[in-house]
């Protein structure tokens, strides 16, 4: 069964980054699963599909914060695509709601992280409340 390494792998990573113990919202999307895993002081709460980039290397891996919250946003890149609930972590990226609920489970983005509009407005108000500077983005392979 996987869940002990990946309970081992995040302890470990939690001890090299203290940023992750610190968090109270922690939001670790798992691009090899197309999974988001959230964290709230802790605990696991939720495991979502998402969608992330088509091509490797379009979604950074990395440990972010975030840093802007639209609740209605259209993309200024993509001919005003919706992205609701959209949580931005870094530069253009962000993980938000999509339309395209049937990719959900593989790969299918320019980068962004998509989820089913209901989880990405649970993520957006928990984020709101928790606050930007107590949540963690840590996206791996």
């Given at each position: 069964?996987?869940?002990?390494?990946?309970?081992?792998?995040?302890?470990?990573?939690?001890?090299?980054?203290?940023?992750?113990?610190?968090?109270?919202v922690?939001?670790?999307?798992?691009?090899?699963?197309?999974?988001l895993?959230?964290?709230?002081?802790?605990?696991?709460?939720?495991?979502?599909?998402?969608?992330?980039?088509?091509?490797?290397?379009?979604?950074?891996?990395?440990?972010?914060?975030?840093?802007?919250?639209?609740?209605?946003?259209?993309?200024?890149?993509?001919?005003?695509?919706p992205?609701?609930?959209?949580?931005?972590?870094d530069?253009?990226?962000?993980?938000?709601?999509?339309?395209?609920i049937?990719?959900?489970?593989?790969?299918?983005?320019h980068?962004?992280?998509?989820?089913?509009p209901?989880?990405?407005?649970?993520?957006?108000?928990?984020?709101?409340?928790?606050?930007?500077?107590?949540t963690?983005?840590?996206?791996?392979?």
């Amino acid at each position: 069964m996987m869940r002990k390494p990946v309970r081992c792998a995040l302890f470990a990573f939690v001890a090299l980054f203290p940023a992750l113990a610190r968090a109270d919202v922690l939001a670790h999307i798992d691009l090899s699963e197309q999974r988001l895993y959230l964290y709230v002081d802790g605990d696991k709460k939720y495991t979502w599909k998402i969608s992330a980039g088509k091509k490797k290397g379009w979604t950074r891996t990395g440990t972010f914060r975030p840093y802007f919250l639209s609740r209605h946003h259209r993309s200024s890149l993509f001919r005003g695509a919706p992205m609701p609930y959209a949580v931005f972590y870094d530069r253009d990226w962000a993980i938000h709601g999509t339309n395209a609920i049937k990719r959900l489970g593989r790969p299918a983005s320019h980068g962004c992280v998509r989820l089913h509009p209901k989880n990405a407005a649970v993520f957006f108000n928990l984020v709101l409340k928790q606050g930007k500077k107590n949540t963690v983005v840590w996206i791996t392979d």
